[in-house]
């Protein structure tokens, strides 16, 4: 006689259809939850960490003993459970066949509430720019002000590097009203500064243009990372003689220079600090020019 797979309790048999496997929307459930705990905790081992209990879903709703449960999935769910496969994997493993999956669904099921992958990648975009909302109305001064949205921005590419993928080096932005709330943000402080629209737009967008431009590295770096192990310090260090062999077989007298000093300076973190106070400085010639300079 069939047992249930959770408690061993006897069940009884099936008149039409698989037999089931449980003997109640409980027992059923708890197989569920201990299926995505293993699943996690599977993920955690490769990456050398403990999975949090909080990172479990909720179990979706039965639907017919032993087959597809009826989700009840939400846009908000979904997102997550993307993001979530982004930070731990990088976006290029986010599908929307993965998400379903993890999610223990059809990924038809999916399609009620995000259109495609393209609608998901925006929707993935909007949630971690809106982890980071800039304060109303934010610090005295033009400068102050750009300085803290630019350092905002930083720390989303550095929790979520892979977002720098889905934004830099387009033009054809994500539609996500939380990124789009950056540039906003952004003309409003330099508004009143005598500059007109056009140049607000520029400025704007070319604070956030080098911002994603500087986090590439960053989500290089986590994809290495994730497949090598391997820091960037230790690659530097394994490849120290082909390096040096290569400078002085080319003949380049500053580049022979580079020593651990210049390596930290090299670093994704001491170039977005070095541009970043350039380019305020920059922003300052512009309106120190005032109006109508060329």
Not at 3 to 8: I, K
Not at 189 to 210: P, R
Not at 253 to 265: N, R
């Amino acid at each position: 006689m069939p047992t249930c797979e959770t408690c061993g309790r006897a069940l009884g048999a099936s008149e039409r259809g698989r037999p089931p496997r449980y003997c109640s929307r409980a027992c059923r459930a708890r197989a569920y939850r201990m299926r995505v705990a293993d699943r996690l905790a599977a993920d955690a081992r490769e990456e050398g960490r403990a999975a949090p209990e909080a990172e479990v879903p909720h179990p979706p709703p039965a639907g017919t003993e032993g087959g597809a449960p009826e989700v009840a999935l939400d846009r908000s769910l979904i997102v997550r459970t993307a993001t979530d496969v982004a930070d731990r994997e990088g976006v290029a493993a986010v599908s929307m066949r993965r998400v379903a999956a993890r999610l223990g669904v059809g990924v038809m099921s999916l399609y009620r509430y995000v259109a495609n992958r393209e609608e998901l990648n925006d929707l993935m975009v909007d949630a971690v720019f809106g982890e980071r909302p800039l304060p109303e109305p934010g610090p005295d001064g033009w400068r102050a002000k750009l300085e803290l949205s630019a350092r905002a921005e930083w720390a989303i590419y550095q929790d979520h590097p892979w977002v720098s993928h889905l934004v830099a080096v387009t033009t054809r932005p994500p539609v996500a009203p939380n990124l789009m709330a950056y540039t906003d943000w952004r003309m409003r402080a330099l508004a009143g500064h005598d500059l007109d629209f056009t140049t607000l737009v520029q400025v704007a967008i070319m604070i956030g243009t080098y911002l994603q431009s500087a986090a590439i590295p960053l989500a290089h770096e986590a994809q290495v990372a994730r497949t090598t192990r391997h820091t960037r310090q230790q690659w530097a260090d394994a490849r120290q003689d082909a390096i040096h062999r290569t400078i002085h077989a080319a003949r380049l007298p500053m580049v022979s220079e580079f020593g651990s000093e210049a390596f930290q300076a090299s670093e994704p973190e001491s170039i977005f600090e070095f541009g970043l106070h350039r380019m305020l400085d920059g922003i300052a010639a512009l309106l120190d020019r005032g109006p109508g300079a060329p």
